[in-house]
């Protein structure tokens, strides 16, 4: 009997090709659906658009659905993926219908293709209707760049090429249904997570850290940084961009679309190629009994049991901290707390990935020493941020090393003295955590602009009321690299009053010079001819009113305001609500806003921007315009005498507020 | 010629599989028979090139069956809870099947119409388990295989369609030399259609043999003796028991001899009746401290 095949190698591609056509067919359904939602979403509602655009905004309407595509498709692409994946690689999930696949004259790696190239070309070939038919209503309507519905079409192939071959990556790994939408879903996110809930507990006992992560890892949660990354805008031929409305008609041909994220989504879709290359091999070692099992290849359960191990020792000790300790332990015992609630966590995820893969509740018994490892690290973990073996508390950059900094509200330093005023200011808030790093004090009051007595509120300030205030130092260095730290200082009046204490050399850095001549620059330049409204509002002796003034009374105005501010008089940022403070600074305010127009024949189309700042008494020139104008203000401290409001309750402007 | 030489397969810790040894010669029909939990399904997975081994070789004329398309395309497998294509029909089923398996015979599978009475285009989810259990081997049947492996074959079908499809394998073996795997818990319907038998316990081959070989080694003997008279001599007596007067010995050996023996003492009356494949395992193992009664039950 001979075991010769004829033809052989036709017979092979026969095999695959009857696969691969089945699994086109086979899932039908879910492919109509896609296309479905493509030309609702596309086509028809740009038609829809369209019609209902008044004569000579198409253009615009256009351009606005083109930007929206990009995000439209990344967060669709992300999920027909997976769900492509689900379908073609269902057979891997049930032992049945593995069998059947395993015992059929077919290649392991042969088969895996022909599954994987029919959920491709049906992501494929549906894109290629939608975007056909948008381009094809774009053109209908005379609408033009169909070069950037092309460039968006391969912007949306890059994302399946990841999304699919990263579903894919995750298909084999496990050999069940389920869990494959949950472990693609989780790792699209998981490095975000980690990041934020990993730094929001050591905010909690390490001194400095910020409340936001520098997002190093947002790389390994594709999906998110996808997001961040890709997308489209609207250029002027000098290289400016703006809202698309803001351009005029005829701007219009000069406007070039920019795609951003080429780069990144292309990275991705190449790491799409390596995760589609591994499922393969992964397939073809795979061994076809596991199907059913939450974790299918052996090596992927040791990394199974870490991950859910310290996932959970980060989700859920997140979740008990903040149940059980409301009331947020300082010091040494705060870190104890926050290792407790970690070493908790961790022993759910330690023992539910035993449960999960060994698909049984009896997994206690011989799994210990693997849990106390974890226990062991999240205490070596902790206990080194604790006592600052990473000298992560102690650092404080080289003022030479650094290009600028930046403190509260948005006060941008790059001048080399107030660099290395900060820098000395910052050693100084280190050498005095034990006083700063007191949290229970300074709940709840983190990150408000109004500075507010801690101690008996309502009473009164008192000499001994203790105002606080939070400081984030966002240092940008030579090297490119930034170091964030965030403090919250407290201090009483006296201390603030005092030179050579933090919170007034913090008073003094904030209103430096350069700072108060950054908080004068505007968006658009003020002229009469940018002024679109501008007003003063304010409490009189007649009580509260507003004034209007003219473009020509704001430019005026806004002459004396950037005099006043040379001289340092107004633009200040005042930390402690004192008695100076309110027989200094009106109870009022004023606004300007500013717009730039267009062109003569469309008025509509304008680039806005906003001035705004809080007269003082000692803005000579701005106090004698304003005098001049009729527009008399009162100090917040005449105000409070007018209302004979208790001296605790905060004023509506307990600082200077500037653009 | 199926060859399975000292396969070795662990599930999680659990050895499925000790060092099995099975042969099946070309154009045999072999029973593969053992208690609930004795690897039958397990090797005949690895037989359909669904599982990897451990260790040892699985081969069939000669040749790995892992990963060899080369074989599997002469090979039909029908497990036990056959699977289709949820919204399949078995005319849907018999494109896919002719796609796959380049020996597929459209002419056999129509001729083979005249035997399943079945709807084709009727999804298959939709038939009862023994109506898919004939798809099944109408399809396999349609590939024209030459090694045919069948896992608890002919469960759910009618005993009518029992012997239809014995009878459509056995002609297939007597034209075309077909081989045969078959696994079964039913030990008297083997014992209908197989030619050799294989026994396997705890993923350990006990016991294999054609079946002829078997029954000649082993006879049943009822008989009646004189009164004072002796059995004699050199029976290699199994297991012995009297009802009244009438002896019934399972004796090991050649029928022949036997039957020489017994008659040179002149009993009443002597009689060798041949032995069920049932009753041969239980008097070939009874005593081998083996889970016989798990295999028979």
Redesign the interface.
């Given at each position: 009997m001979s075991w010769e095949v004829p033809i052989m190698r036709s017979r092979t591609s026969s095999c695959e090709k009857t696969i691969f056509l089945k699994e086109l067919t086979r899932f039908w359904p879910l492919w109509a659906a896609y296309l479905a939602v493509l030309l609702l979403t596309m086509p028809v509602a740009l038609q829809g658009t369209l019609d209902a655009s008044r004569p000579g905004r198409e253009v615009y309407a256009y351009l606005q659905s083109l930007q929206t595509l990009p995000m439209m498709h990344l967060i669709i692409t992300a999920i027909v993926s997976c769900l492509t994946a689900m379908a073609v690689y269902s057979f891997m999930y049930n032992a049945r219908s593995v069998s059947f696949a395993a015992s059929l004259p077919v290649r392991r790696g042969p088969t895996f293709l022909a599954h994987f190239l029919a959920g491709f070309c049906w992501l494929i070939c549906v894109n290629v209707i939608a975007f056909g038919l948008y381009a094809a209503v774009a053109a209908a309507h005379g609408v033009g760049y169909i070069d950037a519905v092309l460039c968006i079409f391969l912007m949306n192939l890059l994302f399946i090429l990841f999304f699919y071959g990263f579903a894919s990556f995750c298909a084999v790994l496990t050999g069940n249904i389920i869990v494959l939408p949950l472990v693609y879903g989780v790792l699209n996110f998981t490095a975000v997570v980690v990041e934020f809930l990993g730094g929001s507990l050591l905010q909690r006992f390490v001194y400095g850290m910020p409340d936001r992560t520098d997002g190093v890892l947002t790389f390994l949660s594709p999906a998110v940084k996808l997001a961040e990354n890709c997308g489209l805008h609207f250029e002027n031929a000098a290289g400016e961009y703006t809202y698309i409305w803001n351009y005029s008609p005829e701007e219009l041909p000069e406007i070039f679309v920019r795609f951003d994220g080429f780069i990144t989504a292309g990275l991705y879709a190449l790491a799409g190629v390596v995760f589609i290359v591994l499922a393969l091999l992964i397939y073809r070692r795979r061994h076809m009994e596991t199907a059913g099992d939450v974790v299918a290849v052996k090596v992927a359960k040791p990394i199974f049991r870490w991950c859910m191990t310290f996932g959970c020792a980060l989700v859920i000790g997140t979740l008990f901290y903040q149940v059980i300790f409301i009331n947020e332990p300082t010091g040494r015992l705060c870190a104890a707390a926050v290792a407790a609630c970690m070493i908790a966590g961790a022993f759910i995820g330690y023992f539910a990935s035993e449960m999960l893969m060994q698909k049984s509740f009896r997994v206690f018994a011989g799994k210990w020493p693997g849990y106390l490892v974890a226990v062991l690290v999240i205490l070596v973990f902790v206990g080194a941020f604790e006592f600052d073996l990473f000298g992560y508390e102690r650092r404080v950059p080289d003022a030479e090393d650094v290009q600028g900094v930046s403190l509260m509200y948005d006060t941008l330093l790059e001048e080399p003295e107030n660099i290395r005023a900060v820098t000395d200011l910052h050693r100084s808030l280190i050498e005095h955590k034990e006083r700063y790093d007191t949290k229970q004090e300074t709940s709840g009051y983190v990150g408000y602009a109004v500075s507010m007595p801690v101690t008996a509120p309502g009473a009164g300030y008192g000499e001994d009321a203790v105002f606080k205030r939070t400081l984030r130092l966002l240092y940008t260095l030579k090297n490119g690299k930034t170091l964030e730290r965030l403090y919250t200082i407290r201090f009483t009046e006296a201390e603030w009053d005092t030179p050579g204490t933090d919170s007034n050399s913090l008073e003094d850095l904030v209103n430096c010079h350069e700072a108060i001549m950054r908080r004068k620059e505007t968006p658009v330049p003020v002229s009469a001819n940018t002024v679109y409204a501008a007003n003063v509002g304010g409490t009189t002796a007649e009580g509260y009113k507003d004034f209007s003034l003219t473009p020509q009374e704001a430019e005026e105005l806004y002459a004396c305001i950037a005099q006043d501010m040379d001289e340092g008089a107004i633009g200040r940022i005042w930390l402690c609500a004192s008695e100076r403070y309110s027989n200094t600074v009106y109870d009022g305010y004023i606004s300007i806003t500013l717009r730039l127009p267009g062109t003569e024949n469309a008025e509509e189309y304008y680039k806005f921007g906003d001035f705004g700042t809080t007269p003082t008494k000692d803005a000579v020139h701005t106090d004698a315009f304003l005098r001049e104008h009729g527009i008399e203000l009162l100090t917040i401290a005449e105000t409070r005498e007018l209302n004979a409001l208790p001296g605790a309750v905060p004023e509506p402007y307990p600082y200077e507020v500037y653009a | 010629m199926i060859e399975v030489k000292n396969v070795v397969k662990k599930?999680d810790g659990f050895t499925a599989l000790d060092g099995l040894d099975i042969t099946v010669p070309?154009g045999a029909i072999y029973g593969l028979v053992g208690p609930n939990g004795a690897g039958k399904s397990t090797i005949i997975?690895h037989l359909?090139?669904?599982?990897?081994q451990d260790s040892g070789e699985v081969l069939i004329?000669g040749?790995k069956v892992y990963?060899n398309?080369?074989?599997?395309?002469?090979?039909a497998?029908i497990?036990d809870?056959?699977?289709f294509?949820t919204?399949a029909g078995i005319r849907d089923m018999m494109k896919?099947y002719r796609?796959?398996?380049?020996s597929f015979d459209q002419s056999r599978f129509e001729a083979l119409r005249e035997v399943f009475h079945l709807d084709e285009k009727r999804p298959m989810r939709k038939l009862s388990k023994g109506m898919q259990k004939q798809a099944a081997f109408w399809l396999a049947l349609s590939i024209r295989p030459?090694v045919l492996i069948l896992d608890e074959p002919v469960d759910g079908l009618d005993p009518v369609m029992r012997r239809q499809v014995w009878s459509l394998v056995m002609g297939d073996v007597e034209e075309h030399?077909t081989t045969v795997l078959v696994s079964s818990h039913n030990l008297r319907e083997l014992e209908d259609v197989c030619d050799h038998v294989g026994i396997i316990h705890e993923g350990k081959t006990m016991l294999e043999r054609s079946l002829s070989e078997l029954q000649e080694n082993v006879s049943k003997v009822q008989l009646v003796l004189n009164d004072g008279q002796a059995l004699p001599e050199g029976l290699n007596i199994l297991h012995s028991s009297t009802s009244g007067r009438i002896r019934t010995l399972i004796v090991r050996g050649k029928a022949e001899e036997t039957e020489a023996r017994i008659a040179g003492i002149g009993p009443l009356f002597y009689d060798l009746i041949p032995l069920t494949l049932e009753e041969i395992f239980i008097y070939e193992l009874g005593g081998a401290d083996y889970a016989v009664k798990d295999i028979i039950l």
């Open positions: - | 599930f070309t997975r359909a090139g669904i599982y990897r004329d040749q990963e398309p080369a074989i599997k395309r002469r090979t497998y497990p809870d056959t699977y294509f919204q896919y796609g796959v398996y380049p030459e030399g």
